[in-house]
């Protein structure tokens, strides 16, 4: 069986889609939410959707010790904070993976619009605050939080993963390889998630636009990238 | 016949990829340069290309008169120069579409990294400069030079479309659609060239890693958008 995988933010939209295709694909998947209540009744969601799964509800805290491996999946707005909280329940040796993006709509304006980030983007912001020997990858801003969620839909599409260790990004590659029709692409080093990260508002002018779950593939890659 | 369309820095690779591509699918095409003679050698060359197109060349200024719908496609340490120069040159009704990216390689840094831009985006520098009644949209930052001045490869891939009005993006669409194998992608208003925009130094890192060239498919929209 392989790691568990915690999920930070668990019980939100892109969270939940993450930890039913992560179930489903045979990973243990710890759903943390600020509240424990809430990620209990996530879990219990999760497992009604995928009965063989194996999903477990707990505290963010409680979540983040739980595996080696985390995806922060919380809303820009409470990034931050959410790492305060976090800092002390880290340890050198863990990834995280950030899909959270500064969506304008964070400080209440459009969520087709993004706002600054002084480290020059939220994975970078991630970086600044995780504890030492704690590392992090960007990746899944381009995938459609309803349609992870809506396990009837068969995904065909990128996922754009961006870090400075390359065995961190084979690390996430393998694991979100596991849920069917995503592939990766090394999109380069942390920094590059300034870029990656204004897909998101780009794709939800889209999905507005065409009135749908629009995602990214990158055209021109050799069979196996 | 369709009516012709001005690239000016056509004699460059994008502009001169386009101008075959569009050549060899009816449209007459008049390239730009800063050089008249180098502009006409590009003509020549792209006759070699496309025996029966319609190609001629001209200074850039000559170009911005000759048609309706101009394509500014000069590398972006040129491009406030180039519409100062041009703007004599050009009159109310008039519609560019501007495929330049800020890239860091402006200023002797990286073509994987952007410079930020007071207007936010290159296109809005454009809007910014052109004189009152030219219209400008914003398009082409995803399609690799080197895949449109290859006529025998295939395309197969989006173009992201941004501009404040509609009739002006199905202009741009009706004309790009016309290349085979590339579709158009409404990405709303112009100031969405800050999102578009960023997608250039995100494929050249994509093919630098994956020696190709890279481009850009927006997945799960109606086959006919």
Redesign the interface.
Known sequence: MPDPVSIIGGSGALGFGLAVRLGRAGVPVVIGSRDGGRAQQAAARATAAVPFGSFEGSENAEAARRAELLVLCVPFRSQSETLTNLKAHLRPGQLVVDASVPLAAAISGKA???IGIWQGSAAQQVEEMVPDGVRVVSALHTV?AA?LGDLDHAL??DV?VCGDQRADKERVTALIERIDGLRC????RL??A???E??T???I??NI??K???????????ER?
Do not use: F, K, N
């Open positions: 087709t619009r993004t459609s349609r065909d599409e754009l692409v090394d999109c380069g920094e590059m300034r870029l990656t204004q897909l508002p780009l794709l002018g889209i636009r065409h749908t779950h629009a995602g990214i593939r990158i055209t021109g890659l050799p990238v």
